[in-house]
């Protein structure tokens, strides 16, 4: 349980540990039944997804590879400006496989909005999209999602994979940051 460790107290925990390895075994067994019989490629977003693919990843039974992408969205305060930049490729050809995108969270839907353009191009058989977390509130671009963990309301959070300012990426709780900290961020 997140919070207990020292300088964490104020964490609150938002779904715990039990809560999402269960919602991600529901992910992985949904994706299982709908791709049966072919083989999946997963993208992993960099940072934040690394957890959520590697547990993802270890429930899955299909046949599957895996490959990374990193990228760096501009901020106009404390949102995403749309303008994104690739700091790491793909290692990988897609064209032709199934993707499945996997991203932690989806906020404006800005970064999302121009990885999947930028997959697209690249001719894959079929792309889609799962997201641990998703803030349908904040939404500015429309943006299609096939596998969602789970709905949040518009409050920044932090653990299993997300950060603040690179902070507590390692927490197993996905924690509420609480406000004063927040408002730091702006
Ligand atoms: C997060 C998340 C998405 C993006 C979503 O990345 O992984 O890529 O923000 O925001 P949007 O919907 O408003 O575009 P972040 O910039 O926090 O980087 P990180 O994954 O390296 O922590």
């Known amino acids: 349980m997140a919070g207990e460790k020292s300088g964490e107290k104020k964490l609150k925990s938002l779904f715990t540990a039990e809560q999402i390895q269960?919602?991600?075994?529901?992910?992985?067994?949904?994706?299982d039944q709908q791709y049966a019989g072919r083989s999946v490629h997963l993208v992993c977003v960099l940072k934040g997804a690394c957890i959520f693919l590697a547990d993802i990843l270890r429930h899955l039974r299909l046949e599957t590879s895996v490959d990374f992408i990193c990228v760096w969205s501009y901020e106009q305060g404390a949102t995403s400006s749309g303008e994104v930049r690739i700091t790491k490729d793909l290692d990988h050809?897609?064209?032709?496989?199934?993707?499945?995108?996997?991203?932690?969270?989806?906020?404006?839907?800005?970064?999302?909005?121009?990885?999947?353009?930028?997959l697209l191009r690249r001719?894959?058989?079929?792309?889609?999209v799962a997201t641990l977390l998703d803030k349908p509130s904040r939404r500015i671009q429309p943006v299609k999602l096939d596998y969602v963990g789970f709905e949040i309301?518009?409050?920044?959070?932090?653990?299993?994979?997300?950060?603040?300012?690179?902070?507590?990426?390692?927490l197993p709780d996905i924690c509420l940051l609480p406000d004063a900290e927040e408002s730091e961020r702006v």
Do not use: K, M, W
């Open 153 to 170: 309301p518009d409050h920044f959070v932090v653990g299993y994979g997300l950060d603040y300012q690179q902070r507590y990426r390692n």
């Open 22 to 31: 269960q919602r991600v075994r529901q992910i992985a067994s949904e994706i």
């Open 123 to 128: 001719n894959p058989q079929s792309l889609r």
């Open 93 to 118: 050809s897609i064209a032709g496989r199934d993707v499945i995108l996997v991203e932690d969270i989806v906020d404006t839907g800005l970064t999302l909005n121009y990885l999947c353009q930028l």
